[in-house]
Nanobody, 122 residues
Framework: VQLQASGGGLVQAGGSLRLSCAAS????????MGWFRQAPGKEREFVAG????????YYAESMKGRFTIDRDNAKNTVYLQMNSLKIEDTAVYYC????????????????WGQGTKVTVSS
């Protein structure tokens, strides 16, 4: 599975962005997907995950109510809708693929996209 993340950019605090992660390969529908982020000088952290069917979704506590993960298996794409963005959301966002379930532990992911940068300004 090859992953291509996109949709990052510069946005003011309080604004919204939608990230996309397009996957190649016919087996995308079998993979759970996750979004992670890494801010400068910080470790990678889990943002959100979704199961292969989309039936289960998981969020880091600080993202609950602001971020929404979703997927369209017909388009081989997973999305991250980010609302009410804060300056501390500034980071490079990565998507990852893991068999069946998108769990919070990044070490369990098999495939990664190249990342898309999100900058939130005041």
């Amino acid at each position: 599975v090859q992953l291509q993340a996109s949709g990052g950019g510069l946005v003011q605090a309080g604004g919204s962005l939608r990230l996309s992660c397009a996957a190649s390969g016919r087996t995308f529908k079998n993979y759970g997907m996750g979004w992670f982020r890494q801010a400068p000088g910080k470790e990678r952290e889990f943002v959100a995950g979704i199961s292969w069917s989309g039936g289960s979704k998981y969020y880091a506590e600080s993202m609950k109510g602001r971020f929404t993960i979703d997927r369209d298996n017909a388009k081989n794409t997973v999305y991250l809708q980010m609302n009410s963005l804060k300056i501390e959301d500034t980071a490079v966002y990565y998507c990852g693929a893991r068999w069946r379930v998108g769990v919070p532990d990044g070490r369990e992911y098999e495939y990664w996209g190249q990342g898309t940068k999100v900058t939130v300004s005041s």
